[in-house]
């Protein structure tokens, strides 16, 4: 049976992407040798290693506009507190939408004052805040692009003088935004990029060395940039699987034609959520995540039924995260229109046997 795959994370990836890395694996490149037990310092890492870092500003329209991109160790959860670590001299500004951006924000008050601009919280983070002020003097303004736990997405990015952060874990190369406008964005690579064990950090070099304080080697950009991404050993197997599914995505007509694609994803399962008297949205119409659609059943004695559907459809990794509940599916660039179309289809019985 073909398996639907909606799970939050880590993500799908293209089956070709998983093709080439598993054969990497045993032989990459017809060396004889595998990927995970070469020097990352051999000339065939230190090539994947460079076409991954090129991959990544070019996907972003960045390059030769100072940028540099990173694959990091840590997760997100590390950036939280690297970001402040390097950029937080006196005061930040975070918008807080979420679980991670609230995890974001207990970091980064280590190292200085912090500012919310706004926060969903009130309502369990199922909007995004709109016409919040953003102060002068800050170091540096922090957004979560896309909430993957509440399905909610940043639409407008708020304009400021301050440097612009954004954890974009969720949505990278998922949609079209001037990339140019943010400062350093980061992205936990097992969301919509690759598998767990590496996370993209694009930083505009100039934003670095402003901080009075001492940073220690591993928590210094400027440091893993010197190195060129590579002073400690880094997760060779996915670098090296993340590079594959920038290819993949290039190949198919970078940002742009996925977005399109994502759309067709979204729209598709909305306009059901939105028929079906069966279930009920979970986010504020304006502020749905075309990554991840958070919903509910209306009557929650339906639900072994629904859940049985979905196993005999093949369709894993469906269930809403434990703050949120009901139910969460991850339309990240690898599933296909036709995945979706599955889950309707189930989505659309339930209504009939209702």
């Known amino acids: 049976m073909m398996k639907h795959n909606f799970s939050a994370g880590p993500c799908i990836l293209p089956k070709e992407v998983l093709a080439k890395a598993a054969e990497a694996v045993v032989d990459l490149n017809?060396?004889?040798?595998?990927?995970?037990?070469?020097?990352?310092?051999?000339?065939?890492?230190?090539?994947?290693?460079?076409?991954?870092?090129?991959?990544?500003?070019?996907?972003?329209?960045?390059?030769?506009?100072?940028?540099?991109?990173?694959?990091?160790?840590?997760?997100?959860?590390?950036?939280f507190l690297m970001v402040a670590y390097n950029l937080l001299d006196k005061k930040a500004g975070y918008l807080n939408t979420g679980t991670w951006s609230d995890k974001a924000i207990k970091e980064a008050k280590m190292f200085g004052e912090i500012v919310e601009v706004g926060s969903s919280k009130d309502e369990n983070f199922n909007y995004i805040p709109k016409g919040y002020a953003v102060p002068d003097g800050l170091d540096y303004l922090h957004l979560t692009s896309n909430n993957t736990i509440f399905g909610t997405q940043i639409k407008k990015i708020p304009k400021t003088d301050a440097p612009l952060v954004c954890d974009m874990s969720s949505d990278i190369f998922s949609r079209q935004l001037d990339f140019?406008?943010?400062?350093?964005?980061?992205?936990?690579?097992?969301?919509?990029?690759?598998?767990?064990?590496?996370?993209?950090?694009?930083?505009?070099?100039?934003?670095?060395?402003?901080?009075?304080?001492?940073?220690?080697?591993?928590?210094?950009?400027?440091?893993?940039?010197?190195?060129?991404?590579?002073?400690?050993?880094?997760?060779?197997?996915?670098?090296?699987?993340?590079?594959?599914?920038?290819?993949?995505?290039?190949?198919m007509g970078g940002i742009a034609a996925v977005e399109e694609v994502n759309e067709r994803k979204s729209q598709l399962l909305y306009s059901e959520i939105d028929?079906?008297?069966?279930?009920?949205?979970?986010?504020?119409?304006?502020?749905?995540?075309?990554?991840?659609?958070?919903?509910?059943?209306?009557?929650?004695?339906?639900?072994?039924?629904?859940?049985?559907?979905?196993?005999?459809?093949?369709?894993?990794?469906?269930?809403?995260?434990?703050?949120?509940?009901?139910?969460?599916?991850?339309?990240?660039?690898?599933?296909?229109?036709?995945?979706?179309?599955?889950?309707?289809?189930?989505?659309?019985e339930m209504e009939r046997k209702g």
């Open 180 to 251: 140019s406008q943010f400062d350093l964005l980061y992205a936990g690579a097992q969301k919509n990029m690759g598998p767990a064990g590496t996370t993209l950090v694009v930083i505009k070099e100039s934003i670095l060395g402003k901080v009075s304080r001492q940073i220690p080697s591993m928590l210094d950009y400027k440091v893993h940039l010197g190195k060129d991404s590579m002073f400690n050993t880094p997760s060779v197997f996915a670098v090296y699987t993340s590079m594959l599914t920038m290819q993949w995505l290039k190949d």
């Open 275 to 348: 028929l079906n008297p069966v279930f009920e949205g979970y986010a504020k119409k304006e502020d749905r995540s075309h990554m991840n659609a958070t919903f509910n059943l209306t009557e929650a004695g339906l639900k072994e039924t629904f859940d049985n559907l979905l196993q005999e459809a093949g369709i894993n990794g469906l269930n809403g995260h434990r703050s949120v509940g009901g139910y969460r599916a991850s339309m990240y660039n690898a599933l296909s229109l036709e995945s979706v179309g599955v889950l309707v289809d189930v989505m659309s």
């Open 30 to 79: 017809g060396t004889g040798l595998s990927l995970v037990e070469i020097s990352h310092r051999s000339k065939d890492f230190v090539s994947i290693m460079e076409q991954a870092r090129s991959l990544a500003l070019e996907l972003l329209g960045l390059e030769g506009q100072g940028y540099q991109a990173l694959f990091l160790q840590g997760g997100a959860s590390l950036e």
